[in-house]
């Protein structure tokens, strides 16, 4: 069965840093594009960062560029998204989600980052 489970979220002050972790399961994630998405309150989905496999060029929003980082461990099979100089703005709950063609076919519970002073 084809797991992900989001965790490292919390609430952070402005200019703050987190480290969010996806732990997969069921599945080899090297093998499998990866997403972050998230989601503010009342807000759509908003695409923040992928990364393919191979682990090269990875992409990010332009709300994020510069300050978020995407990486994976293959032999942990984790993803993870490094984001510092965390802003308002950027609170929202965040989904790792598998890529399949031009959409994605398993989606995390979603971890809540609050970035509030």
């Known amino acids: 069965e084809v797991q992900l489970v989001e965790s490292g979220g919390g609430l952070v002050q402005p200019g703050g840093s987190l480290r969010l972790s996806c732990a997969a399961s069921?599945?080899?994630?090297?093998?499998?594009?990866m997403s972050w998405v998230r989601q503010a309150q009342g807000k759509g989905l908003e695409w923040v960062s992928g990364i393919p496999t191979g682990s090269t060029r990875t992409t990010y929003s332009d709300s994020v560029k510069g300050r978020f980082s995407i990486s994976r461990d293959n032999a942990k099979n984790m993803l993870y998204l490094q984001m510092n100089s965390l802003k308002p703005e950027d609170t929202a709950v965040y989904y790792c989600?598998?890529?399949?063609?031009?959409?994605?076919?398993?989606w995390g519970q979603g971890t809540q980052v609050t970035v509030s002073s």
């Open positions: 069921g599945f080899t994630l090297n093998i499998y594009g």
């Open positions: 989600a598998r890529s399949y063609y031009a959409t994605y076919d398993y």
